[in-house]
């Protein structure tokens, strides 16, 4: 008995470019084909390392049990259909380096790799985790003319799972039980919530004082600087891989799920024609809507200080940019 496979009765399977192969990029593939989720598209510019990594991965199937296909190329030919692109392509941090330092660089690189992307997969949706997040993300919106429910980035998940981890670290409760919600840029001026983090429900202003809230609070935000001058060679990898992992789960599987991602505002929060992190409902659509909090005048004060940050870096950006392409 023989068996072949006629391609015009196989099903159609989700497919994920990932832009970028570096660490980041890598661990999200891992992340979503050991799910189950997708099969994956890994792109690089660097010839052999997508391919390598795919067939790393591709060999360990058998032993995680999933049946995902995984693809290294550095030809935007092969990314074409995708229900989802997730740009990481950029440099990383280095010690002593903000996101903002990376700014010249990572807009020319995001800038094209979401017009080959978008040529390839029009329907798509946008994730984009490039540092400075924000920008590179308003950068990407730009360039491929999306509505704003179809583009987004990465960097809510992280800060509030980071903010979660130290709240956990702090009282020695399971991280599992604990809520946190990071609103703002994905910077030094991001918005820690307190107001809103709970363990099991009870607020954390009934578990701490307000000086070890503080504590915490400046800790995530300098969560990944701590990673970056930790490990001296580089930054955070494991844990953006993973919040980017719960993005495309919620989008592909449907779930509607309550996040803080970076999505383009028109009026929300009274800020209009920016990208900052605020909490949205991600299903098979994308953006499905943006959840106005009641925030404080001082919250939101901060976030108005977090965009009014973030406008200034994309006002460089498009300086940036309109000279390389002079």
Aim: glycine fraction near 8%.
């Amino acid at each position: 008995m023989s068996f072949s496979a006629d391609s015009s009765f196989l099903c159609h399977l989700p497919r994920v470019t990932i832009i970028g192969a570096g660490r980041v990029g890598s661990t999200l593939a891992q992340r979503i084909a050991e799910k189950n989720l997708a099969d994956v598209v890994l792109l690089d510019i660097i010839e052999g390392m997508p391919q390598g990594l795919a067939l790393d991965l591709m060999e360990a199937r058998g032993i995680e049990l999933h049946n995902r296909r995984i693809i290294g190329t550095k030809d935007y030919a092969d990314t074409s259909g995708s229900e989802i692109v997730v740009i990481t392509a950029g440099l990383p941090r280095k010690p002593g380096m903000s996101r903002d330092d990376l700014l010249k660089t990572n807009a020319k690189i995001v800038v094209e790799a979401a017009k080959n992307a978008i040529a390839y997969s029009p329907n798509a949706i946008f994730i984009i985790v490039t540092n400075p997040l924000d920008v590179m993300t308003y950068l990407a919106w730009q360039a491929t003319g999306l509505p704003r429910d179809r583009i987004m980035g990465m960097a809510g998940v992280l800060d509030s799972a980071r903010f979660e981890t130290f709240i956990a670290l702090e009282l020695g409760v399971l991280p599992a039980d604990v809520k946190a919600m990071v609103l703002g840029s994905h910077g030094d001026l991001m918005v820690p919530l307190p107001r809103y983090a709970n363990v099991n429900g009870i607020p954390i202003t009934e578990l701490l004082d307000a000086d070890t809230i503080e504590r915490l609070v400046e800790r995530t935000r300098n969560g990944g600087a701590e990673i970056v001058e930790l490990m001296q060679t580089g930054g955070a990898f494991f844990a953006p891989a993973s919040a980017t992992s719960v993005m495309v789960e919620s989008i592909l599987l449907n779930q509607s799920r309550l996040l803080p991602v970076a999505a383009y505002l028109q009026g929300e929060y009274g800020l209009n024609d920016i990208m900052i992190g605020v909490p949205c409902r991600l299903g098979c659509g994308g953006i499905e809507n943006v959840l106005e909090l009641n925030l404080t005048d001082e919250e939101l004060a901060a976030l108005h200080s977090s965009a009014q940050a973030v406008r200034q870096n994309i006002d460089r950006a498009q300086e940036i940019l309109a000279g390389v392409t002079t």
